[in-house]
């Protein structure tokens, strides 16, 4: 971003949504906030070091079946409307686990990842006390690892032999998904994240004319084959999201024309 709102990039390329730390300042530099264009959903693995979407982890000697939206937001946040929870027993797990202190563990608050979780999760709660602060991934499941009564949000498709990935629900009557390309692309995975183009829109200006076609092949049908294409890769759009994206573009070239 540091690069687009310098002038220096043609479009920034995010496996998430800006935060505000990066809004501000571009806003401030710009005149407008940037445009995001969403022309994949992110990728099921990071072999190929590409953006995923995200998952919950526990480590293997915990019997913990599932989690829904509310309770994954009970763990992690203080201040809900019915409750946090603070220890297993509270989730359903018995003998052993009943007084154990449930240690939540993830990115710090104002990272990609945990603006997201704020954003879309926490409806803006302040995180647990009980909450560990570790920077990215491996790091966070590294300390998972370690930590039989931890919980963690990290990127899709790290399972290992210390750690396992819990299916997760929109709600407790929801079917549970793990992140598959059926479930990301349909929007039925709780974690589902989409790459996203930011482009610079300045006030009163048109897009840069390479840009705005790139933009439209990335969106068209053979474009999004070629997205397809890739093993392992990021997932494409559906019919209907590419056409909400072009739409997006149609009507900044409308504004122009104004």
């Not at 599932?66 to 359903?92: A, E, H, M, V």
């Not at 803006?124 to 920077?135: A, F, I, N, Q, T």
């Not at 048109?206 to 999004?224: C, H």
């Amino acid at each position: 971003m540091a690069f687009l709102m310098n002038g220096q990039a043609m479009f920034s390329v995010m496996g998430r949504e800006i935060t505000p730390v990066e809004t501000v300042p571009y806003t401030k530099l710009i005149g407008a906030p940037a445009m995001a264009v969403r022309v994949a959903h992110t990728a099921e693995e990071t072999s190929q070091h590409l953006a995923t979407s995200l998952a919950v982890y526990v480590h293997r000697d915990n019997p913990l079946e599932r989690l829904d939206r509310t309770q994954i937001s009970k763990i992690f946040s203080i201040g809900n409307p019915s409750g946090d929870y603070s220890r297993w027993s509270q989730l359903g797990l018995h003998g052993q686990w009943s007084n154990r202190l449930i240690h939540p563990i993830g990115t710090p608050e104002f990272t990609g990842f945990g603006t997201y979780m704020q954003a879309h999760l926490l409806n803006g709660r302040p995180l647990s006390p009980l909450y560990e602060h570790y920077v990215g991934t491996g790091a966070v499941l590294g300390r998972l690892a370690q930590d039989r009564a931890g919980v963690a949000v990290a990127a899709l498709g790290c399972e290992t032999a210390d750690i396992r990935q819990v299916p997760v629900s929109m709600n407790p009557q929801a079917p549970t998904s793990l992140g598959s390309t059926g479930d990301v692309r349909s929007n039925s995975y709780l974690f589902g994240r989409f790459l996203y183009f930011y482009v610079p829109q300045k006030p009163s200006m048109p897009l840069d004319p390479v840009l705005r076609e790139y933009l439209r092949f990335v969106l068209s049908a053979e474009g999004q084959a070629i997205i397809a294409a890739q093993p392992g890769g990021y997932i494409p759009l559906s019919q209907e999201e590419a056409a909400v994206e072009r739409a997006k573009l149609d009507r900044v070239l409308v504004q122009e024309g104004n």
